[in-house]
């Protein structure tokens, strides 16, 4: 601006000028470190870029659920035929009636021609039956999240699917080592997670078990590449890379009910900070029941890891969230606005004497530190067990699938740019309060801050 306004030799220097302070800032740093992250997370360190990979022209998907229904969408989009299986037809024409709901909404706002709906509707087929998908070149699971129903999919898939075809599975918690050893050729399975809504959502965590062959990972981040997805390969662990550690945000979150916050400041304090959405919002939109059954399941399965209990009684309240109305927050109908409750809060202050704890304030500051460290600190775990090989990778998880704010870069990045002995020093703090057990430094952290090196270098 300065180069057409003023004289132009100082126009130039004023314009010099503010490129050099602008390309300083962290927000600049951050938009750099995602702009690489997403071209170095299609990069696996072992898997070399001349890796053949597998002829990929027809997709079966299993089952028409929720996300079954969203993952078909993405190769429909991309002209590539999709041909769901069921249990049943009710099922099947539910899942294609939701399909074509959402092309015709498409189309409706001017995104999409009627001729781009037909054509894409055009490229589905359905099935009961294995004997009409075992030519598809990938198949995608997507039934029910439990080991024994995977298994059924799992060794029926082994017995029926043609030689060379990869088998997927959108499990978001189970272990893919053990869906794989439900068939006899674990080179081709692999963990393909989806977020949902499916064909909205950029992520896609590839998660690769113990035998995954090189080309099957090679051929999925090229397929995923066609359907405009971000691809971060995930070792195996309870969660993977963006689950795993949302658990620990999650954490700190009750926490802080606990002592003394309320979810309204927990979450404005944190979209301040720039996500998209605070954890109860969050909860409310994915429903307060899902993390229930999770630590239902993990009292028996886990039951050192502990919670604050507010969630658990929420949901005793029958509180789940925005599809019933009523979560941490009210809903009006046709509106996604939160109304704070007053039960809610009550419920919680309750909660509090309860455990015999004085309420305190607690600052808009502490909170964003809280959750995001405690991202940090299990991301670093993350980064030393080997389940992600580049800390960009975490952070372009939680850039294209968890609402961090862009210009902070991901949460590694924005541990690297508070310093990493700042982080460390914080983490001791917290340590000695409330739940400190929570906050055992991630040794890699601890060792990179004593080093004065961050995440990123
Ligand atoms: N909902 C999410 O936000 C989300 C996100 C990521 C991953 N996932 C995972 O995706 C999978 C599916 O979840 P969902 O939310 O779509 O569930 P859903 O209940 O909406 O759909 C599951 C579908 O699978 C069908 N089904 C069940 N058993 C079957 C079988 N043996 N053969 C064929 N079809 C069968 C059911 O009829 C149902 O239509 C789960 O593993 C879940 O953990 C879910």
Redesign the pocket.
Known sequence: MAGSLKPFEQGLKEERDGFLYLVTTPESRALRHAFFGERAASKIPDVPSDTPTRKIEKIAV?????????ISMNFLNAGIPVMI????QE?LD??VGIIRKNYENSAKKGKLTQEKVEQRMGLLSTTLSYDDIKDADMVI?????EMG??E??FKKLDEVMKQGAILA??????DVNKIASFTKRPQDVVGM????P?NVMKLLEVVRGDKTGKDVLATVMQIAKKIKKTAVVSGVCDGFIGNRMIEQYSRQAGYLLDEGALPEQVDKAIEKFGFAMGPFRMGDL?GND?GWAIRKRRAVDKPDIQYSKTADLLCEMGRYGQKTGAGWYDYKAGDRKPYPNQQVNDMIVQHSKDLGITRRKISDEEIIERLVFALVNEGAKILEEGIASKASDIDMVYLTGYGFPLFRGGPMLYADQVGLYNVALAMKKYAKGYHGEAWQTAPLLQKLADEGKGFND
Not at 169 to 174: D, H, I, Q, V, Y
Request: neutral net charge; hydrophobic residues 45%.
């Open positions: 299993i089952g028409a659920g929720t996300m079954g229904g969203g299986l069921e249990t049943k099922a539910r899942g699971e997507a039934v029910f999240e129903v995977k059924i999919v599975s959108n499990t978001s918690t189970l997670h989806f977020f949902s499916a994915a899902i």
